[in-house]
């Protein structure tokens, strides 16, 4: 059963372009999370989706990030007119069930780099 | 809300001592606990995790941890430690009607030979 799949791994945007960030949650898994870790902090927690639905996106920036999980293929974590602050390693995990107490499965992150 | 405090940014173990990992949690209502490991470049591995039950939790590569309501602690321990423990550990927690993951700042773990 292959993990959680994340891509790119690396990814460079200039200052105004666009980043989209792909994930694959596991098989079986519907519940879809994305955090996002600066330099040198823990992981922040910015967008909970379930399939076609977001259930929770308290974490995540008011303009410029949006994100999605449609019925067929992988979430997507889209980052508009990127700025240097959005350098981050962004990491997506998943989990068969909803719920607090139901394991969250990390795949590798996405490195994000803006010049 | 939800809050996770590890207070050693840097823990410096020589091979074979034992080691703690210091977590605290905030949280007025029943949570749940992980403890997460990341090695260089790489996404994050659950070492253990308290869920309900007996306070004592034993994970994998030999690290355990001790839920402590009173102190609101978490603490992580390893008997000996070897040279490929050498990585960032995170605690978090989730509960409180929230699915999402609170977690601490970490804590880097380098082992002396």
């Known amino acids: 059963n292959a993990g959680v799949m994340q891509n790119p791994r690396h990814l460079v945007r200039r200052r105004g372009q666009e980043a989209r960030l792909r994930c694959s949650p596991m098989?079986?898994?519907?519940?879809v999370y994305w955090y996002r870790q600066l330099p040198e902090e823990g992981l922040k927690f910015m967008v909970y989706l379930q399939k076609e639905n977001i259930i929770d996106e308290s974490g995540m920036p008011k303009e410029r990030f949006s994100a999605e999980f449609p019925k067929e293929g992988p979430s997507i974590l889209r980052i508009q007119q990127v700025v240097r602050g959005d350098s981050a390693a962004y990491f997506c995990?998943?989990?068969?069930?909803?719920?607090?107490?139901?394991?969250?499965?990390f795949g590798p992150g996405t490195r994000l780099t803006v010049l | 809300a939800q809050s996770v405090t590890q207070l050693d940014s840097q823990v410096p173990v020589f091979e074979e001592a034992p080691v703690e990992l210091r977590c605290n949690y905030s949280?007025?209502?029943?949570?749940?606990l992980f403890w997460y490991v990341q090695y260089p470049n790489q996404g994050l591995q659950l070492l253990l995790k308290y869920l309900s039950g007996s306070t004592l939790v034993k994970g994998i590569n030999g690290f355990e941890a001790e839920f402590n309501k009173s102190q609101t602690s978490f603490h992580l321990r390893k008997p000996s430690v070897h040279i490929s423990d050498t990585a960032e550990y995170f605690c978090?927690?989730?509960?409180?009607?929230?699915?999402?993951?609170?977690f601490g700042t970490g804590t880097r773990l380098t082992i002396i030979p």
């Open positions: 949280s007025s209502v029943s949570v749940y």
């Open positions: 098989k079986g898994h519907s519940h």
């Open positions: 978090a927690v989730s509960g409180d009607g929230n699915e999402k993951l609170t």
């Open positions: 995990a998943s989990s068969p069930r909803g719920g607090p107490n139901n394991e969250q499965f």
